[in-house]
């Protein structure tokens, strides 16, 4: 099992085309690399690390930035995977501490370049990346912000998932607790008399995965014994069994960054840069997991869009979503109908331009925009809208 590298927190941050000069008057070796120049940036670096990593990437191909103004306390190193094959053995890094910098660069790029995933569960296998798979988001609560009460009852909800498959939902996410804010915590008893009848009457129709969202691990447990194939943890792992569990059933488990807690998230949040303590967040909790049993390939990671995020950093957690690839585990993004998208449409509503309550459209073009920086699965209440956007937006990015 290779590290999750959570020392030196590396990303991906952007990516150019690469073409050394006279490089099209030389053939092209086999083993040379996707002529890609990949710039990562790189956490907490010694001076000394530092200085090894500048005359390495002098002599092999790399160009190495330090100290960026926009992200104080980082080294951004631009360097294409060949420079690691004309450095490789016997280059003399052997004993200086640099080999383990420079392997993290290059599993960083490996990670980075992943696109295709496979986890197990119960009933199978689920193959993510060939396409954009869609989660149905189905609220077993009476108070959700988006479809509270319309599928409390049992029978109503089972209903409106086996539509969710029908309208093309790849997994279904059942949920009992609503996490909106000014939202009240219930009783685990009360949670799991909410979704472990709907779970065990879905199991035995649906075609596809069932998740449920939950944050406590006994919930947990019953949901899987029930026929619930993957958890969904908003929490991070704030309850501690939840790994064990997870990884006692085999099961896939989505990793969210959240600031706070499920009810109390901070009015005000502020990160000194945003992305990388997301990154770092996960990778730590991605090494819980690891260390209590879960398969590093059943995990699937969530930047939290909306859990103890402003505005304005929810926006950006999508301008940079690409960043998180890094970690080499599927993404998976949710922001139907969530307060940024209200935010950013208020003045529309003010001016009298929209006068809708629904924001379906508004949602789909964040959803496009998480595909296209690495979204593997999108997370969203309107299943046969995002099914369209995404089959358009895939088709887009293989071109």
Known sequence: MVSLLTRYNPRVVAVSPYAPYGAEKRPRRKDA????????????????????????????????????????????????????????????????????????????????????????????????????????????????????????????????????????????????VSTRPGSQPVSREEELGRIIPVIKELAGHAKVPISVDTYRAGVAEKALEAGAQIVNDISGFIDKDMARVVASAGAPVVIMHIKGRPHRMPRNPAYKDLLAEIALFIRKKADEAVSAGVNEANIIIDPGIGFGKSPGQSLEVLRRLSELRSLGLPIMVGTSNKGFIKHILKPLRQNGTLDADSITHATLASVALAIEKGAKIVRVHEVREAVQVAAVTDAIKRE
């Not at 190495?64 to 951004?76: F, I």
Request: hydrophobic share 30%; net charge neutral.
């Open 33 to 176: 690399g996707d002529g890609t120049l990949y710039t990562i940036s790189l956490d907490d670096l010694s001076g000394r690390d530092r200085n090894l990593l500048s005359r390495w990437a002098s002599g092999a191909g790399g160009r190495l930035h330090a100290e960026v103004n926009d992200r104080p306390g980082s080294t951004l190193l631009s360097v294409n995977e060949d420079a690691f094959r004309r450095t490789a053995s016997g280059s003399g890094n052997a004993g200086t501490g640099l080999e383990h910098v420079l392997g993290t660069l290059e599993d960083t790029i490996r990670r980075y370049r992943k696109n295709r995933f496979s986890l197990s569960h119960g009933g199978g296998m689920l193959k993510l990346g060939q396409r954009t798979c869609v989660m149905g988001i189905l609220n077993v609560t009476p108070d959700s912000f988006y479809d509270g009460g319309r599928y409390f009852e049992t029978e109503k909800a089972v209903a409106h998932g086996l539509r969710l498959i029908e309208e093309g939902a790849g997994i279904i996410d059942v949920g009992g």
